[in-house]
């Protein structure tokens, strides 16, 4: 007890001065390959940048809107206007699956379970829209009810579905623009779960490769919906608008859309393997001519996509980028990384003259929670050009240590 008091008082008065003394411990390293990148991340060296490099150009694109996105990295490639509130048409069910996805997770619906057809969803042929062509004597099942949305684009199977989570279409509409503000869409306002024209109906190619990529993140097995070829209902088989899926074995989904107001749009999921891991690209188009431009100008943008750039993964998320003192916790040392792992997209063949520039707090002091941030890890080409920045975390957590612990490491930085 004697001693207590006395170790209490000094570690009040020595942790400020440790804190105050925090600053930022840059460590820059050159990044022959992936595997080099995780052994030497930690070295400090220096990087000496040239000019920066021109990076590559995407092709003409004959859309009024477009996005190319690599999901691997989560980088933009190339984008026109891309958040610019335009109609969105059919691509608007791609909200409206993720939210059915979400009960079905959820348990709020089952993929065996029958709903009723109301005549709301029945007044959907007046429309003039797409159509799974149920009816009101019919009790098609979720999982049919699904295929029926994403497959054959049915504007009545997306009534029948937003009914049986949502009670009614209005309380659905409620909740997609929920998810859209909390995901901060704010180019985005949802009026109906089909995509009809409808005033203040809108989203941007951003938004809706952000939803189009929460899908395929968040439901990978019902993703697989997005690759059928076509589907059959009542004796009536429709195919899958999107042409690319008989084109282009890498493509996997996504969605078509149309409208007068919107033209023909396309979100488009394409999947390959690659030395270092799964690379996905997914690009949208919107404001284009027809149904085979839609299709082709895809094509061209994704192809480009994978031709002019290349995605390295630098380390995965159980690898450290550093291990480093820590000061006044029950470990003498912690693990820091990014959360997730971290891939970055570059113009091809930068991969191997990468750089990365750590700046963390320093010094660290316990306790450290598991996932807390404490820097950044910033990843340049060689031309200059920062490709990723990207929060450095914790990866386990290091407690408080005891008391004696604590006094002993305050002494030591307050003689440092």
């Known amino acids: 007890m004697n001693l207590a008091a006395p170790l209490l008082r000094l570690l009040s008065r020595t942790r400020s001065r440790a804190l105050s003394r925090t600053r ?21 060296a220096l990087s000496t940048a040239p000019a920066r490099a021109q990076l ?18 989560g980088q933009v490639l190339a ?95 409620a909740a997609m623009n929920r998810q859209a503000q909390a995901w901060g869409l704010k180019n985005t306002q949802f009026r109906n779960v089909t995509g009809l024209t409808e005033a203040g109906h809108h989203a941007s190619a951003r938004d809706v490769a952000l939803i189009a990529s929460r899908v395929i993140a968040e439901h990978p097995d019902l993703y697989k919906l997005y690759a059928l070829r076509e589907y059959t209902y009542n004796n009536i088989r429709q195919d899958n608008r999107n042409l690319l899926l008989a084109r282009d074995p890498s493509v996997d989904g996504m969605k078509t859309g149309y409208t007068e107001a919107a033209g023909y749009c396309l979100v488009v999921s394409s999947v390959r393997a690659m030395p270092n891991g799964t690379r996905r690209l997914l690009s949208v188009v919107m404001g284009t001519a027809s149904r085979e431009a839609r299709a ?33 916790g029950t470990a003498a040392q912690a693990k820091l990384g990014a959360a997730g792992g971290l891939w970055v997209t570059v113009p ?38 920062t490709v990723a920045s990207v929060p450095l975390v914790v990866m386990d957590a290091v407690p408080l240590a005891g008391i004696l612990g604590r006094a002993w490491d305050a002494i030591r930085l307050w003689i440092q």
């Open 24 to 44: 930022s411990r840059a460590l820059s390293v050159a990044l022959c390959s992936p595997a080099a990148a995780l052994s030497l991340l930690a070295v400090l």
């Open 348 to 385: 091809r063949g930068e991969g191997s003259k990468l750089s990365s520039r750590i700046q963390r707090t320093d010094p660290l002091v316990a306790p450290l929670t598991a996932g807390q941030r404490v820097g950044t890890i910033e990843v340049t080409t060689a031309g200059g050009s």
């Open 56 to 73: 590559p150009q995407p092709p003409e694109i004959a859309a009024r809107q477009y996005i190319l996105m690599d999901l691997s990295s």
């Open 79 to 173: 984008e026109r206007d891309a958040d610019a509130p335009v109609d969105p048409a059919s691509l608007t069910k791609l909200m409206t699956a993720y939210l059915v996805f979400n009960a079905l997770r959820e348990r709020r619906l089952d993929l065996e379970q029958t709903l009723p057809v109301s005549e709301r969803a029945w007044a959907e042929r007046k429309g003039g829209g797409s159509l799974m062509f149920i009816a009101p004597n019919m009790t098609p099942k979720v999982s049919e009810l699904l295929r029926g949305m994403i497959v054959q684009s049915g504007n009545d199977a997306s009534v029948a579905l937003a009914e049986g989570v949502g009670g009614t279409v209005e309380t659905f509409v």
């Open 296 to 328: 082709g100008e895809s094509q061209k943008l994704l192809n480009w996509g994978w031709q002019a750039w290349d995605s390295v993964r630098l380390f995965d998320g159980s690898q450290p980028v550093a291990t480093v003192p820590v000061w006044k």
